[in-house]
Nanobody
Framework: QVQLVESGGGSVQAGGSLRLSCAAS????????MAWFRQAPGKEREGVAA??????????AYGDSVRGRFAISQDSSKNTVYLQMNSLKPEDTAMYYC???????????????????WGQGTQVTVSS
């Protein structure tokens, strides 16, 4: 069983940065496939960033709207996954969720139905 707790959300002006954290419980967390999703009011949940860990085979995926601005990373020693968000835009405003699953196919990394464990979310608001 994996429990996920997000933190780090808040309000920021356009062009600013935030770093979200996702703290996980569970001894096998370091091998889980991880992702960040977001959902704005009235919109569908969107895959933001994801990765599959591996010493030489790690793979990453980013949504088109955030590629080059956001970065996902993991600190296994802290059982924590991060989402570094730079050059934030008002359209990045949403509730951000951390998700995990023991295995996700590479082509499904940004598909929310591929993940079985979810956090409660943290709100990010970007003002213009």
């Amino acid at each position: 069983q994996v429990q996920l707790v997000e933190s780090g959300g808040g309000s920021v002006q356009a062009g600013g940065s935030l770093r979200l954290s996702c703290a996980a419980s569970g001894s096998t967390f370091s091998r889980f496939h991880m992702a960040w999703f977001r959902q704005a009011p009235g919109k569908e949940r969107e895959g933001v960033a994801a990765f599959r860990p591996g010493s030489s085979t790690a793979s990453y995926a980013y949504g088109d709207s955030v590629r080059g601005r956001f970065a996902i990373s993991q600190d296994s020693s802290k059982n924590t996954v991060y989402l570094q968000m730079n050059s934030l835009k008002p359209e990045d405003t949403a509730m951000y969720y951390c998700a995990a699953n023991p295995y996700v196919a590479k082509w499904l990394l940004l598909q929310d139905t591929a993940f079985g464990y979810w956090g409660q979310g943290t709100q990010v608001t970007v003002s213009s």
